[in-house]
């Protein structure tokens, strides 16, 4: 039923971008709070940006000013625009929704590297 795809990973060198995607199926999308939270080589998974159905955004302080993150509810998709990346951003970025129970997507590698 619930569903979250991600897209948009790849390898990129510090200081360039990336734009990822999660698309969701299976739930009224635009009335959940939506999530992207990365994983790090040994780390903990972290949330890096969040957006509730009002608008109303919280970022981690590592990416504020670097990242953003937007939600399409026709088009039921969350997205993160990520500029001026680090290599310190690399990690498996994850799409999650808070419904009743949490819901991941299978995740997208981010790697920043010359």
């Known amino acids: 039923q619930v569903q979250l795809v991600e897209s948009g990973g790849g390898l990129v060198q510090p200081g360039g971008s990336l734009r990822l995607s999660c698309a969701a199926s299976g739930m009224i999308f635009g009335i959940y709070t939506m999530g992207w939270y990365r994983q790090a080589p040994g780390k903990q998974r972290e949330l890096v940006a969040a957006?509730?159905?009002?608008?109303?955004?919280n970022y981690a302080d590592s990416v504020k000013g670097r990242f953003t993150i937007a939600r399409d509810n026709a088009k039921k998709t969350v997205y993160l625009q990520m500029n001026s990346l680090r290599t310190e951003d690399t990690a498996v970025y994850y799409c999650?929704?808070?419904?009743?129970?949490?819901?991941w997507g299978q995740g997208t590698q981010v790697t920043v590297s010359s």
């Open positions: 999650k929704i808070q419904m009743a129970r949490d819901y």
């Open positions: 957006i509730t159905p009002g608008g109303s955004i």
